[in-house]
């Protein structure tokens, strides 16, 4: 287990606040006309780890498993192209 520790330490805990996209309507085809307002778009709060970290885009993880396999096992993966992060604060 004191392995698994040592790797898990190279990847930093953050938290991230990021614009994403909105689709407004799911009823399929739909006149202009009868499409609403343009609201606001989608902000987000998310907290995990950073497995990589480019120019266009930060991959944050939220769960990562080394207990029962020779190799990293990770879920809950989401790749935030930098342009939308608002904000991003390492955890301690």
């Not at 009823?27 to 970290?53: A, F, H, Q, R, T």
């Amino acid at each position: 287990m004191e392995g698994a520790c040592q790797k898990m330490k190279k990847y930093k805990p953050v938290y991230v606040e990021w614009i994403d996209s909105k689709y407004c309507t799911s009823n399929g085809w739909e006149y202009i006309e009868d499409l609403p307002d343009i609201e606001k778009p989608s902000v987000c709060y998310s907290v995990g780890m950073v497995l990589k970290k480019t120019k266009r885009v930060l991959r944050l993880v939220c769960n990562i498993n080394h207990m029962y396999t020779a190799e990293m096992q990770v879920g809950g993966v989401v790749d935030i192209p930098t342009i939308a992060i608002k904000k991003l604060r390492y955890l301690k």
